[in-house]
């Protein structure tokens, strides 16, 4: 079963405008989230993260909100840029089984000039 | 360059021959983890060390696959008899283990091909 979706395999956003990726868990022993990018041919690229005592994280262009009772996470990209276009990974770790992580399926973002 | 580092990057393999891929992980991380990512998923766990001691292995990871981290440095994962649906990116990812340290930074990936 697909512990961690993100529904949304693409996403098209204007240079300079905002761009939201969701992320939805259902897994309540996860207690931590992180978001990666992935470029073609690479490895993911730690972005941000966030841990369940919290509901938003901010750095930089870049916020993750989390909500808890709907198992909810948003990452927040603004102002979005073309070298954002990748594809970004959620993902969720329960910190009390060793950290590994859980990944969603990714969304396709394209930041279009 | 202080990040994760796997060999190969690539490895093309006929089916039925073994092969071997290795991570360095970054330096003072002792907490080393295997993925392995097919196309339009995200990355499976495969298995996670903490220092030499291997702690937990997926489902995912058959008889024919072994994982080894001696002394606690480098990881070496072999897959034995491979099969084509063997072909896949395997990453490899390395954390402090720290408390509130939970964030993984993944190597370039090997991209194993199976003909």
């Known amino acids: 079963d697909q512990q961690v979706k993100q529904n949304s395999p693409s996403l098209s956003v204007q240079e300079g405008r905002i761009s939201i990726l969701n992320c939805d868990y259902t897994n309540s022993m996860f207690d931590y989230f992180l978001w990666y990018k992935k470029y073609p041919a690479e490895g993911p690229t730690f972005l941000i993260s966030?841990?369940?005592?919290?509901d938003k994280n901010e750095d930089g262009r870049f916020t993750v909100f989390l909500n808890k009772s709907a198992k909810h996470l948003s990452l927040h990209i603004v102002p979005s840029q073309p070298g954002d276009s990748a594809v970004y990974f959620c993902?969720?770790?329960?910190?009390?089984?060793?950290?590994?992580?859980?990944f969603g399926t990714g969304t396709q973002l394209k930041v279009e000039l | 360059d202080t990040g994760v580092s796997q060999d190969p990057r690539h490895k093309i393999t006929k089916r039925g021959q073994n092969v071997t891929f290795r991570c360095d992980p970054i330096s003072e991380h002792n907490r080393l983890y295997w993925y392995r990512q097919t196309l339009g998923q995200g990355p499976e766990f495969l298995t996670y060390?903490?220092?030499?001691?291997?702690?937990?292995k997926s489902r995912l990871l058959s008889d024919r696959f072994s994982a080894e981290r001696p002394k606690g440095s480098f990881s070496t994962l072999e897959i034995q008899r491979t099969e084509q649906g063997d072909s896949a990116m395997y990453l490899c990812a390395s954390s402090s283990g720290q408390f509130g340290k939970t964030e993984a930074f993944f190597g370039q990936g090997t991209r194993l091909t199976v003909v």
């Open positions: 993902a969720a770790a329960d910190t009390g089984g060793g950290n590994k992580l859980t």
């Open positions: 060390f903490q220092n030499e001691a291997q702690l937990e």
């Open positions: 966030i841990s369940s005592i919290k």
